[in-house]
């Protein structure tokens, strides 16, 4: 386990603990204290605490700061600076708790740690409180000690911004945690004054209203404007850094699965609290949706059809949707009836080239998606339908660069490199793999018989028969000429020889059209090696069913012969010269 994991599970621990031994010393050695008012103000501080984190910029604003300082300012039978101080720390202790852990209903552990740290800023400001309240005289106004107050406001807010970082809240998995910003604090901080000062005089009249709403409305005015530019700044910057990601995929020719994990990557930085992320990309083949990322634990259909369900009506829009509950859509798709009430989703289309090329799908339980959310998500899409579409171009060229384009399977060098790969993994695994080695008999007298082109079409028919009967079993390529490979993961000796048998016999019994009508047939002689028992590498394998196939044309034809079997004949053929390099096919090869 990484130091990292080691202080993530620690640390919260920890913390909390620390938080609660000092708030119980500090609140017996100097008296906690209930009243109305701070129970008014308890439940004051958890609506702030609730809704300052749903907003876009929450993680920079806690509006539970009004509360807090009323706590301190108004007076409960002229109680003690310490006993304002602990009255403070009880509000943002229980707010915290209850706005954070219980009515966004996170793990109790992730709301304790957020109100920890509430408390240590509370603890440490409410300590410069005291110290300014003895030593500073008051200034300004003599209904309370403003220094005092201004000093509680800047050590709460920068101590707070100080714990409550990102190393922190990546510890919690993301989680957005409120911090108490200087600038949002001071302008929130006169708001508490003001109710305060009419309080105090009680003044209620009409003109006390307008001095009252008109600094108000002001503070909030200015305030809402912060927020907007700070958000707008904190967007453009995310997205300007999304945007250099996928241009980067598109320079490095990232692959589809690669480019689907960014894609719901960057969506995660711009959408807090999404339960279940799902990206889709476009099959040209079946005109289907297929799914290539989905976030750990979540759930949702395998692939969207285009007009069926909720996502599949998405893409046929080219518009994206938000349903805050899908159990009440009555088009759902059989894949889309397992989430659950009060699952809200937005699906967006990712186009390239006025066409959807994917779709993204965002889940999340319990609380519905906003418009701003959604803003952003068609901003993100349509950035990624580029980086998307540039990504399945580079891996359909590449499939066509790896295949033969006569008969459709893997050449020569595609093949080499897939069958290592899959050597390298079962040695690994600890697994058989079986490599035959198909070689049509007598096809230098076929082709010059009857043509080339009805060559070709023998060659396309054994092709086409080798895939009927290994379907996803295995690989299938062109070694050169009229010779084939066929690689069979994870299987058998026994098993090997039954599809290679398989594989004869339907040839064998296959009838093929010469150009000129008549009917022609062939056969195939087969060599089989087993990995590793045969040979450790692709190399040595693929000369022991070369040589396998060699005997088997040697003692008949279409026939079925297993390197292992014939192993000392094998061996004494070896001693002969090699035979030529197989040419492409259409020239003959040297007799």
């Known amino acids: 386990m990484d130091r990292h994991r080691i202080y993530s599970l620690i640390y ?37 605490e609730w809704r300052s984190i749903r907003l876009p910029r929450g993680n920079l604003l806690t509006l539970s700061i009004i509360p807090i300082l009323l706590a301190i300012v108004l007076d409960f039978e002229q109680p003690s600076d310490w006993q304002r101080v602990i009255g403070a720390m009880q509000v943002i202790a229980v707010g915290s708790l209850l706005g954070y852990g219980l009515l966004r209903r996170l793990p109790p552990l992730h709301a304790a740690f957020y109100t920890a740290h509430h408390i240590l800023s509370a603890l440490l400001a409410g300590w410069t ?24 406001t800047a050590v709460y807010s920068l101590f707070s911004l100080l714990m409550i970082n990102p190393f922190n809240a990546s510890i919690l ?38 001095v009252l709403l008109l600094p108000l409305v002001g503070v909030l005015t200015t305030l809402g404007l912060y927020v907007n530019i700070d958000t707008t700044h904190n967007e453009i910057q995310q997205l300007y850094r999304i945007s250099r990601g996928f ?46 990322h989905q976030s750990d634990g979540s759930s949702g259909p395998a692939v969207v059809i285009p007009g069926r369900g909720l996502l599949g009506q998405a893409v046929n829009d080219h518009t994206g949707t938000v349903l805050n509950d899908v159990t009440h859509a009555n088009n759902l798709s059989p894949g889309e009836r397992g989430w659950t009430a009060r699952t809200a989703l937005l699906a967006h289309p990712l186009i390239a080239e006025q066409n959807p090329v994917g779709l993204v799908a965002l889940l999340r339980r319990g609380r519905g998606f906003t418009a701003e959310e959604f803003r952003l998500v068609s901003i993100v899409a349509n950035q990624a339908g580029a980086t998307l579409h540039n990504a399945l171009m580079f891996e359909r060229s590449r499939e066509l660069a790896d295949k033969d384009r006569l008969l459709d399977v893997l050449n020569q060098t595609a093949f ?72 069979l993961p994870d299987t058998s000796e026994q098993e090997a020889m039954d599809t290679a048998n398989e594989i004869r016999q339907r040839i064998r019994d296959s009838v093929f059209t010469s150009d000129d009508g008549h009917q022609v047939q062939t056969t195939i002689s087969t060599g089989v090696a087993i990995f590793p028992r045969d040979a450790g590498d692709f190399a040595n394998l693929r000369k022991r069913a070369d040589r396998a196939s060699y005997l088997a044309k040697r003692t008949g034809k279409d026939r079925v012969c297993l390197y292992q079997d014939r192993k000392e004949l094998i061996e004494s053929i070896d001693q002969e010269p090699e035979r030529v390099a197989p040419r492409p096919f259409g020239q003959e090869q040297a007799p």
């Open 12 to 48: 919260p621990w920890v913390l909390t603990t620390i938080a609660a031994i000092l708030l119980i010393v500090v609140g017996v050695t100097n008296g906690f204290y209930v009243s109305y008012t701070l129970a008014f103000l308890i439940v004051a501080c958890t609506i702030s």
């Open 129 to 152: 409180y005291v110290l300014v309240s003895r030593d500073v005289p008051r200034w300004l106004i003599s209904s309370f000690h403003l220094p005092a107050v201004v000093a509680y």
């Open 173 to 210: 998995k993301g989680e957005k945690l409120p911090k108490a910003d200087p600038l949002y604090t001071f302008l929130l901080a006169p708001i508490a004054l003001i109710v305060y000062h009419f309080f105090v005089s009680r003044q209620l009249g009409v003109g006390s209203l307008l």
């Open 247 to 292: 241009v980067a995929a598109m320079s490095r020719g990232q692959t589809v699965q690669r480019v689907g994990e960014s894609i719901a990557q960057a969506i995660s930085e711009l959408i807090p609290r999404v339960d279940a992320c799902l990206v889709y990309t476009h099959n040209d083949a079946s005109h289907e949706y297929l799914l290539v």
């Open 416 to 487: 080499t490199q897939n069958a290592q790969r899959i050597l390298s993994r079962a040695r690994l695994e600890n697994q058989v793999v079986a490599l035959l080695y198909p070689d049509i008999d007598d096809f230098r007298i076929l082709n010059n018989t009857y043509g080339h082109s009805t060559g070709d079409r023998v060659l396309s028919g054994v092709a086409q028969v080798m895939k009927e009967v290994i379907a996803s079993r295995g690989i299938i390529g062109r070694s050169g000429g009229e010779e084939f490979f066929i690689l």
